[in-house]
């Protein structure tokens, strides 16, 4: 896949946290985890998804969207407003990102135009029926943190974002 710089793109959506927060350096000696601790993580990212796909639930299903489909929402109205980029955050193909635009826009929630720089692009805007499903989902998103997290303070979260982050860089799936 021909895609523009991802680590660029996903930089210039991330969030105000993400960028204000260094990269760690290597400890000394390198990472110190057992098997076991690897597993642990690796269970966590497994069935961590289950919140992310609970969070979507009422949008994917009240629009007849796809798998992505409220994510595309978030992404693009955290400031990722052309295809192409959105297939590198996604890290799928182009055409899958056009058929879940397709549903996005027959459901109303996003419109596309020419792009103001280049014309020749497709740029993507959130509709105010998108600006609700957006902030919908991220409002049931944050009610899960908050009711499934309740023993961890804010640090910690940050910690465990950290943690993710850093397994998402430099992405090892087949291109």
Known sequence: MNHPDREKTLRNFSSELNRQTPERPAK??????????VAFLAEGLAFGQRALRAATAKVTQRYNLGPRGAWILNVVSNGITYPLELASVFCVGRSLITAELVRLTEAGLIESRPGKDDRRKTELTLT?????ASQEVRAEFSEIV?????????????????VLRALAREPEWPE
């Open 28 to 37: 000394p000696g390198g990472a110190d985890f057992s098997v076991e601790e």
């Open 128 to 132: 105010p029926l998108g600006q609700k």
């Open 146 to 162: 908050h009711r499934r997290l309740p023993g961890f303070d804010a640090a910690e979260l940050r910690v465990a974002a950290e």
